[in-house]
């Protein structure tokens, strides 16, 4: 079956500039994870959703970033103002379950984001 | 402070020797440990968990070892291959922390 897509693969923007992520988990995975990993980096969490349930924003760096699930599937991840710390590869993941230390995560090929 | 720390960052190994990789964590509520593997421009795919309850899993080629005393685990690759050349991450989590990632060890396998 299909697994997690991301779009764009790759995004170049000028800094100041909003971008849009999008991912797409597997069908009927009820938990989306967005997470960054830059440079040198590991995964940096970002946000989690879990079925209708707020998501778990703690790890969002700043106001600039926000993301949201509509209809508990698609998640769009969006950065406002973007600065050069901004680049990054952004990813994404999904998972069956609630519990998010339980159930393995699917990820998806990653969004490379570079900000000129 | 990173509560997962993989501190080699790089280990390279010649095809057909054991590969280890290691991890040390600091959070004592950590009950539950993955191994991801991650090609250049992939996203990383699971390849061996281990709960808290025991002390070492198998499969096939890879071994996860938990030493819940000294807070450690360990990936071992045997026989080694060229194809495991690959960006290694361990994840940690538990109740109700996230999954942690450590920064990853890249393994290069020699042929």
Known sequence: GAGVSQSPSNKVTEKGKDVELRCDPISGHTALYWYRQSLGQGLEFLIYFQGNSAPDKSGLPSDRFSAERTGGSVSTLTIQRTQQEDSAVYLCASSEGADPSSYEQYFGPGTRLTVT | ?111
């Open chain 2, 1 to 111: 402070d990173q509560q997962v720390k993989q501190n080699s960052p790089s280990l390279s190994v010649q095809e057909g020797r054991i590969s280890i990789l290691n991890c040390d964590y600091t959070n004592s509520m950590f009950d539950y440990f993955l191994w991801y593997k991650k090609y250049p421009a992939e996203g990383p795919t699971f390849l061996i968990s281990i709960s808290s309850i025991k002390d070492k899993n198998e499969d096939g080629r890879f071994t996860v070892f938990l030493n819940k005393s000294a807070k450690h685990l360990s990936l071992h690759i045997v026989p080694s291959q060229p194809g495991d050349s690959a960006v290694y991450f361990c994840a940690a989590g538990g109740g109700s922390e996230k999954l942690v990632f450590g920064k990853g060890t890249k393994l290069t396998v020699n042929p």
